[in-house]
Structures are given as C-alpha cells and as structure tokens.
C-alpha cells in the first residue's frame, strides 16, 4: 500500500518559495514607490478589485480546507463540492484570488507577479502530487482527472450536461 501523503501535499514547495518572492517586491515596493506603485489608476479601484477578491476568495478556501480536512482524515479522494469543479480548488483560490486580490491592495507591479510565479511554481510542482494521487486512488482518480480541470472548471463539460 502507498504510505499517505500529508494533508499538505505539495503545498509547502508552492506557497514557501511564493512568500519568499513576495518580502523583496514588497521590500522593493517600501523602498522605490515612485517604481513600484501603479499610480495611473485610483486607489479605489484597487480597493474595490482586490476587496471583491477577497471576500470571493476567503469563504471559497474555508470550505475547500475544510472539505479536505475532512476527505483527507478518511483517506478517501474528494471529488465533490468545489472539488468537483477544480481538481486543486486550494491552489486556485491562491493564484486567482487571494493573492491577486491581496497584491491589488498593495496597488505594487512587482507584486502583482506573485500569482504568476505560484502558477508557474504549481505547474511544476503538482506533478507529484498527480502521481501520488493515480498511485493511491488508481482508476478513480484518472477517471476524475479526465472530468475535472486542474485549477479551472471545464466548461464545455459542464455545457454538454
């Protein structure tokens, strides 16, 4: 039998090297303002655009955490709720909202690359948790992989339905 894999999967080598990313263009962004700070659009604006993200984004990773909490103490692979609509709904939270809507506050280019460097980091990455997860769950988990995107809904799949 495979041993299990931490409730953390792959996490760690994701989100570590993110926030590592995240002190110099924040450094970067204290120190430079004037280079940094995206002045030509309003305040506002990136306070309303990064608030919408996180009030989306905050609840939607609450309910992701807790349904893998769960699904991960019974060792069974989760593949409904908004995991029926992303295979890594935890990860896509990050790069698509919290992180974005975190990095609109900050009004900071330099940190607006950030989910662009967790995707990147994701994409390598996630590779061992796919291959962890096809040894444990076998046929179960291939099938869901070919239904259900890897950050992303399928769409024309859930049209045809």
Known sequence: MIP?????????????????????????TLFWPDVCLIQSISHGVFLAAGGLL???????LFVAGRALVRTHQRDEL?????????????YAIWIFLIFPGLMLLARSWPLLLTPIFTY??????????????EARFGESYRKYRREVGELLPRLKRRIRQ
């Open 120 to 133: 990147l980091l994701f994409k390598v990455r996630i590779r061992r948790e796919d291959e962890y997860l």
């Open 4 to 28: 299990k894999m931490s409730f953390w999967g792959v996490g760690p080598s994701i989100m570590l090297p993110s926030l590592a990313y995240i002190v110099p263009a924040g450094l970067a």
């Open 54 to 60: 996180l009030v989306l984004g905050l609840p939607l």
């Open 78 to 90: 989760l593949t409904t709720g908004v995991y029926a609509l992303s295979r890594n709904p935890i």
